[in-house]
């Protein structure tokens, strides 16, 4: 852009110079200038020093490029070396429990049909009384779950967390996803063999559930849903002694980031659930968004849809994702911390493209990308910096078929947009699987953070 404006500059001032020093000589020679001489000074003049100027800097450079020197084997040996690779994890499974799809291939479809978008909500209403935009989860089933796990809860002798509406309803979808990835854990060899008590040449690893909740929840709650899932887990059939649950108030990149690290020690076994899950759909949430003035409106178009969502993976080492014989996907993950200063300014996807290139250091890495699937909402700044990214990183997909946005469909579900980019791996995955092509996963929501992950098919991983 900036070398045509310098030409398009050039060019106006010869041509000004050439009519302008024209005119002023018949004026002060009096003369009728003829038909060929307006041709020769107003057209032929300037296009001859124009041409002239070309020439002359074609000749600058090519006699500047054979004057350099060509790189010697010391300059070879001092050029960096290529970043090492990025640990890597195996996917065996996903899941997602979201408004617009309650498997992969449900969200996937609405996503790519244009129909997962935030709605008018039937309950929740503003200051005004007028209805709220909202991603809400049609839950009929509530109830009963509630009754389920206060009965379970009184037999295991916990005492009352006191959820709040939109923590009951995260903790039903989380239980819906628990469930459909613990069916996937279950099948592992080993456990089919017996192989329970952890003795002889390959025990039975251990159970890793990894739950990513919102900061909300206090620590008596974040016991008890930590408590449920191990529950969940003994009931689907995993012996409680190979078991570990964990409630976290992290990210989850951040989580299956240092599962990579440790499934790139050697010696190390990785087997774990990443599961997070959360809603905003209640009043109490519609009432601190309000008062933060982060509640979108009309009059705030920028603001935050309340949403509710689950999302989970089971991931794995190199040696587990052989052993266990299910189709692996291989997931890497970079990230970068991002000043709170460039939050308000144009977005320049800088920092996508830098983790980007770590992901994908060659062209044939980005050629092998056939989808770009982001946690990105419908705020202005994150959708232009979406676009540029994609359109200059990875030019050959087609902006409205390959990039599809999460945001949308899982609307705000109170912790860092984690949730939409959880469920943008799991769409990955099942892409990497129906298509063999590997897809982009980008994060780009959390203000103080930008996340890049790539999904590829099942290879083998170092």
Not at 349 to 370: H, I, K, M, N, Y
Not at 374 to 399: I, Q
Not at 438 to 451: K, Y
Request: net charge negative; hydrophobic share 50%.
């Amino acid at each position: 852009m900036r070398g045509w404006l310098k030409g398009a500059l050039l060019a106006s001032l010869v041509f000004c110079g050439s009519w302008i020093g024209a005119v002023s000589y018949w004026r002060a020679t009096n003369r009728m200038p003829s038909t060929l001489d307006l041709f020769a000074w107003m057209a032929a003049l300037p296009l001859a020093l124009l041409l002239a100027v070309w020439l002359g800097r074609r000749i600058a450079a090519a006699r500047a490029a054979a004057a350099s020197p060509a790189p010697t084997d010391d300059a070879a040996a001092a050029a960096p070396a290529a970043p090492p690779a990025l640990p890597a994890l195996a996917i065996l499974a996903g899941a997602v429990h979201t408004p617009h799809g309650a498997s992969a291939e449900e969200l996937s479809q609405a996503v790519g049909e244009g129909r997962a978008r935030a709605d008018l909500d039937p309950e929740l209403v503003d200051q005004d009384g007028f209805p709220l935009m909202s991603a809400r989860v049609q839950l009929d089933a509530i109830e009963l779950f509630k009754e389920e796990l206060d009965a379970w809860r009184s037999s295991a002798g916990h005492a009352d967390p006191r959820f709040k509406d939109e923590q009951w309803r995260a903790l039903a979808l989380g239980t819906a996803v628990a469930g459909e990835l613990l069916m996937q854990a279950t099948g592992h060899p080993l456990l089919l063999a017996g192989a329970q008590d952890g003795a002889g040449a390959a025990p039975l690893p251990v159970l890793r559930i990894q739950a990513v909740l919102a900061s909300s929840w206090n620590e008596e709650q974040r016991a008890i849903a930590a408590a449920w899932l191990g529950a969940l887990s003994v009931r689907a059939g995993w012996p409680e002694k190979r078991l570990e649950v964990t409630s976290l108030a992290t990210q989850a990149s951040a989580v299956l980031a240092q599962l990579a690290d440790e499934a790139a020690r050697p010696g190390e076994t990785v087997f774990t659930i990443v599961l997070s899950f959360g809603s905003q759909i209640g009043e109490t949430a519609v009432e601190e968004l309000a008062m933060q003035g982060a509640l979108f409106a009309a009059a705030n178009p920028q603001g935050l849809i309340p949403g509710e969502a689950a999302a989970g993976l089971l991931v794995a080492d190199a040696a587990q994702a052989a052993q266990c014989g299910l189709p692996a996907n291989v997931l890497q993950l970079a990230s970068m911390p991002r000043n709170a200063k460039d939050a308000g300014r144009k977005p320049d996807a800088r920092e996508l493209r830098q983790l980007a290139a770590t992901l994908l250091p060659d062209a044939q890495g980005s050629a092998g990308v056939s989808a770009v699937l982001a946690d990105t909402s419908h705020r202005s700044a994150g959708v232009l910096e979406l676009m540029k990214f994609s359109g200059e990183v990875l030019p050959h997909l087609d902006a409205g078929q390959d990039v599809r946005s999460l945001g949308g469909a899982c609307g705000h579900c109170g912790h860092g947009e984690q949730l939409p980019f959880l469920a943008a791996l799991v769409l990955a995955h099942q892409h990497a699987n129906e298509t063999a092509g590997a897809a982009l996963c980008v994060g780009n929501e959390d203000p103080l953070q930008r996340t890049a992950a790539l999904v590829r098919p099942a290879a083998a991983l170092s």
